[in-house]
């Protein structure tokens, strides 16, 4: 794929770690990210710009590799640039 034809395969370059357990993630409350505990902890937001609230009450998990030729994303009504990852398909307010 040429780069030079969308201005967005730059950001679906970047790299995101699929976590290796699923016992302790947390969704983010606004988008949905999914990451570990621990994942959260060294952020300040999520990597989606959004706030670092998160809860542990979601369901369903979908996994997103290239945000902008996603159909899911479309689907659900989320932004185009959202970055590689998991992400939970319902999230709840803990």
Same mark, same amino acid.
Request: charged share 20%; net charge positive.
């Given at each position: /794929? +040429? +780069?030079?034809d $969308?201005g ?5 370059e970047k $790299?995101f %770690?699929? *976590? !290796?357990?699923i =016992?302790?993630?947390r969704?983010c409350?606004f988008c949905?990210l999914?990451?570990t505990l621990e994942?959260? +902890?060294k952020?300040?937001?999520?990597? +989606?710009?959004c706030?670092?609230?998160q809860? !542990?009450?979601? $369901?369903g998990?979908?996994? &997103? /590799? !290239? *945000? $902008?030729k996603?159909? &899911?994303? =479309? =689907?659900?009504g989320n932004?185009k640039n959202i ?7 319902? &999230?709840?307010? %803990?």
């Amino acid at each position: /794929m +040429n +780069n030079s034809d $969308s201005g967005q395969d730059s950001y679906e370059e970047k $790299s995101f %770690e699929i *976590p !290796k357990q699923i =016992k302790d993630l947390r969704a983010c409350q606004f988008c949905g990210l999914l990451l570990t505990l621990e994942q959260w +902890n060294k952020l300040s937001q999520c990597l +989606n710009g959004c706030s670092a609230d998160q809860t !542990k009450i979601y $369901s369903g998990v979908i996994c &997103v /590799m !290239k *945000p $902008s030729k996603s159909w &899911v994303i =479309k =689907k659900l009504g989320n932004s185009k640039n959202i970055h590689p990852g998991l992400y939970a398909i319902d &999230v709840q307010a %803990e």
